[in-house]
């Protein structure tokens, strides 16, 4: 068999559907119903797409917001708007007013593809087409032929927005080449993805984290299963029914999975390897003795892809330390200032619209404090970024303390994340705002921020500790 192209994700998807046209490509679980498309289903259904989206005016270079839950209209739009050199800028399906309506302006966005559950939210945003998902496909009669679009690793295909360290979420500009760089290092090296296996995401598709396990699957031939969500007390069991062999997880599940009670079918699986994002230290061994397989520690970004891993040369040494491991193979890593730098190939192209972020050379500074060892592993040592991470989210603290301070009581607001045992961190917000309620604060911000950033505490004072240059010293607030 020719080996699979990994110029682009339209080439990439057209070997896959020539390759294995009868082979599982996708499943979709939401708890009640299961659907399974083949590869070549995939691709009859991402050219029907297509089609409905040129009807609607798409082109080359233009950008479509997608909202969308779990369900295969998604990653169909996705690969649709590639088939015509476009990309996708996905929209979290709990944005609302403030939050939904930024990204659209930002990225420059006049068509969006939803489904009738947050059509309301998007309606409202001024110059924006809003279109059922479930009305895109032309499938009646011969679909026109679609326009010849001339795509490569340069071609943008997504725009992905990420909470930056202050302000609102910058735009990720992400190219096929981002992509393909990505997955290819996941079947190339650890943990070597291949046609025999079967992936699982619980993570909701607008994160990158679906998206590249899709990618993945697509260039190794292997089966993806996506769940509608992350449920702590059904995931082994839908690990098991799809006799899932790889997952890639976040901290706050392991968490959440072992505090489910123990089940005699705990090592009845056939999960060859988990990868995690900060797995518990103090955890470790424990989950792996509870499900009997090795969970290896990893580290990634929306910026910069897919970075540094332990694989299986040194997980046994690593179990328990909180180490990241090494950087992959097409990635360095090095340390200026205590701060952890990257550079490589399948890094994003910039923040849309914004300077350029990488300093000389090529290097992207992380934002997080880290060491390497003598043998070239990476340990986190903390986060320079003003950034809280709650179950997996990124929540800009700035964003928060914007939609705080435009409520008419509040006069200054500071809000930091402080530990949780399940979540990470939890959203604090400290105000000054006489005669407010934390109540009214609380559904102030729930009407315009996702609910992910909405300070679960509230802490009222007469005023907050200030720099000399008058702005919150957030240091002094514990």
């Known amino acids: 068999m020719a080996e699979p192209p990994r110029s ?5 998807l057209d070997h896959a559907v020539g390759a294995w046209p009868d082979r599982p490509a996708w499943t979709f679980d939401d708890g009640t119903d299961v659907v399974t498309l083949t590869f070549a289903e995939v691709g ?3 050219g029907a797409t297509a089609a409905g989206l040129v009807a609607r005016g798409v082109g080359s270079g233009d950008r479509v917001a997608v909202m969308l839950d779990n369900r295969p209209e998604l990653p169909l739009t996705w690969l649709a708007l590639h088939r015509l050199g476009a990309a996708m800028v996905p929209l979290n399906t709990r944005y609302r007013s403030v939050d939904a309506g930024h990204v659209v302006a930002d990225s420059g966005t006049r068509l969006a593809v939803t489904s009738p559950a947050y059509a309301e939210v998007l309606r409202g945003l001024p110059g924006l087409e809003v279109v059922d998902a479930a009305s895109l496909p032309v499938t009646e009669g011969a679909p026109s032929p679609l326009p010849a679009v001339e795509v490569d690793g340069r071609t943008t295909a997504n725009v992905q927005y990420t909470s930056g360290t202050t302000g609102r979420p910058k735009g990720c500009v992400l190219s096929h080449g981002y992509w393909t760089t990505l997955a290819g290092s996941l079947v190339d090296g650890f943990p070597r993805i291949g046609p025999d296996d079967v992936m699982l995401t619980a993570q ?6 679906p998206q590249w396990n899709l990618v993945t699957a697509m260039l190794a031939g292997a089966h993806l299963v996506v769940l509608d969500g992350f449920h702590p007390s059904t995931f082994w069991a839908k690990a098991r029914e799809h006799r899932v062999t790889y997952f890639y997880c976040l901290a706050s599940m392991p968490t959440l999975l072992m505090k489910m009670p123990p089940d005699p079918l705990d090592r009845d699986h056939r999960v060859r ?8 230290p103090s955890a470790h061994a424990a989950i792996e003795e509870r499900w009997g397989v090795g969970w290896y520690e990893c580290f990634g970004m929306t910026e910069t892809g897919a970075d540094i891993r332990v694989t299986d040369d040194d997980h046994d040494e690593l179990v328990g330390t909180g180490c990241l491991g090494r950087p992959a193979a097409h ?4 340390v200026v ?7 490589g190939p399948g890094m994003m192209d910039g ?7 990488f300093e000389e050379g090529g290097w992207f500074r992380t934002g997080d404090l880290a060491r390497i060892d003598d043998a070239g592993r990476v340990h986190l040592q903390g986060r320079l970024k003003d950034m809280i991470r709650r179950s ?6 700035h964003e928060v303390e914007e939609v705080l301070t435009a409520h008419p009581a509040v006069r200054l607001a500071a809000v930091v994340g402080v530990p949780d045992e399940v979540r990470g961190e939890e959203v604090r917000a400290y105000v000054v705002a006489p005669g407010a309620s934390a109540e009214e604060l609380t559904a102030w911000c729930r009407e315009r921020l996702a609910s992910f950033k909405v300070p679960t505490s509230w802490v009222f004072r007469d005023e907050l500790p200030l720099t000399a240059s008058h702005r919150v010293a957030k240091a002094q607030l514990a």
Do not use: H, K
Request: charged share 25%; hydrophobic share 45%.
């Open 8 to 12: 682009d994700l339209v080439a990439l």
């Open 44 to 46: 009859a259904r991402v």
């Open 204 to 209: 909701p598709f607008y994160y990158i984290d």
């Open 273 to 280: 390897v988990v990868q995690c994002s900060a797995i518990p």
């Open 331 to 334: 990635r360095e890593a090095r």
């Open 337 to 343: 200032d205590g701060e952890l730098w990257l550079r």
């Open 351 to 357: 923040y849309l619209g914004l300077p350029d972020p």
């Open 392 to 397: 997996g989210e990124n929540v800009a603290a």
